[in-house]
């Protein structure tokens, strides 16, 4: 039997946020399906946009296909309101789990990856943006 790839854990810290990846398989197979979860803790009094109902000075949480191999199906936390000079906006504060849903939809087997972006602001200023590839050698 051949041995079966373990599930990674990685951990990257940045722009104010801890992001721990649980779950991402080595390599999936065409069609095969895998649940990843992605977790971010904040600084205290610190945020992040979500998609839903970011402003245009904002950039909000991405979470892409790493290489275009696999299909990312992402469950939104809901977050809760928070109110900028440009509106309201859905964020997320403290801990948050986001449970991804990975689909390879190419030929073969191969390495997953995926790629996650965030701006972390609190209620006066926002820092640079922070974009961070997991998968293989992240």
């Known amino acids: 039997a ?6 990674a854990t990685l951990t990257f810290a940045g ?16 069609d ?3 649940t990843v979860v992605l977790r971010l803790d904040m600084d205290t009094n610190w945020h992040v ?3 839903e109902g970011a402003d245009e000075y ?6 892409d296909p790493g290489d275009g191999t696999v299909e990312v199906n992402v469950q939104w936390p809901k977050g809760h309101l928070f109110d900028t000079p440009n ?9 948050v789990s986001v449970p991804i ?14 790629v996650v972006t965030w701006q972390a602001c ?14 293989p050698a992240s």
């Open 49 to 51: 946009t979500l998609p």
């Open 15 to 30: 722009g104010r946020v801890k992001a721990t990846l649980t779950g991402l398989p080595a390599t999936l197979v065409m």
């Open 87 to 95: 509106g309201r906006m859905h964020v997320i504060d403290g801990t």
């Open 58 to 63: 904002s950039i909000p949480l991405a979470i």
């Open 122 to 135: 609190d209620d006066r200023m926002c820092v640079s943006p922070v974009t961070h590839r997991f998968g």
């Open 2 to 7: 051949e041995p079966v790839a373990k599930a």
């Open 32 to 34: 095969e399906e895998a």
């Open 101 to 114: 849903t990975l689909k390879r939809r190419t030929p073969g087997e191969g390495p997953v990856s995926i």
